[in-house]
């Protein structure tokens, strides 16, 4: 039900994708170009941070294209031998979507070269007692890879993919725009003032914002109110621990803990880490690349350091509620 729920958010058109226009504008041209010329679309690259919506444009480009989609994530092929089935099962013009690409196995990647390449994979069979290798030919398709960490992506699979896009995070606005789309779906009348709320502490992100929508409005379904105001919304993002921009309490007790317990010298992130009881890919990704994002803590050779931005944002705490 929450799957059915989250896929029926989801852009059915390049319409309904807000923003993200120099990748929209480019990719209809380079669609229509592969439409004129009766040949597969290239093979496509999606860089972005999780929630950007590089899913949801890999099913946009199946939608205009009217080919199938085959979805996999890189983390559940276990095997060589699962993405040899795969791509061997492909149809002509056919969509394979490999999300966090970077995580797949040398040898995974190695299958995929000349797949990318000249559409072929070389299969090893046993003849008699003998080992054989035959060229197994596949039919043209294109291959959707999305990472958010393309950093990651050995340098022979980035330059396969002859698109390459990159996601870049959402104004308040736009996603105050997908929150109205989407408040029509949910059939709720949300005032734009709560919409705008909602967005402020999205993270920039259409799927936290997302979420949050969704959760407000099972509170509203309960209530059964006929439009959500934003006093209304402020309530229940309390009642969910989110704070001014969209910061949790895992957040507040990290810049606490630099400006009052460490007097805002730097600290390293082990000494974080335990302090906060969280490991330290927690701290990195959940919680520093956001504080980093807002200028609210910069990295240093000697360790972490509160920002006066920082230091003003957690006086404020007290003073503002959302
Ligand atoms: P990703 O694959 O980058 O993690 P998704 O495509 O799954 O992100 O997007 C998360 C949710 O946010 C989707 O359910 C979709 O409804 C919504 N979304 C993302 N980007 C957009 C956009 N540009 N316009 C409208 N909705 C979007």
Redesign the pocket.
Known sequence: MNNEE?NT???LNFE?????KEIINNLKIYIQAAKLRDTSLDHTLLV?H???????LAYLISYELNQNIIVLNANSIERPKDLIITLSKLNEGDILFIDEIHALSKNCEEILYSAMEDFYINLNVKNDLKKEVIRFDLPPFTLIG?TTKVEDLSKPLLDRFSINFTFRKYSVEEITQ?LFNASKKLNTTYKMRALKLIASVSRFT??VA?NYLKRINDYSLIDNLKYVDHIYVCDILNKLGIKNKGLKDLDIRYLKMLHFDYDDKPVGINTISSFLNENNKVIEEMVENYLIELSFIRKTSKGRVITSKGITFLNSLHKKKL
């Open positions: 989250s958010l989801r852009p309904e994708f807000i923003g993200q972005g999780a929630g950007l919506g590089k899913t949801s999305a997908i259409p799927r997302l």
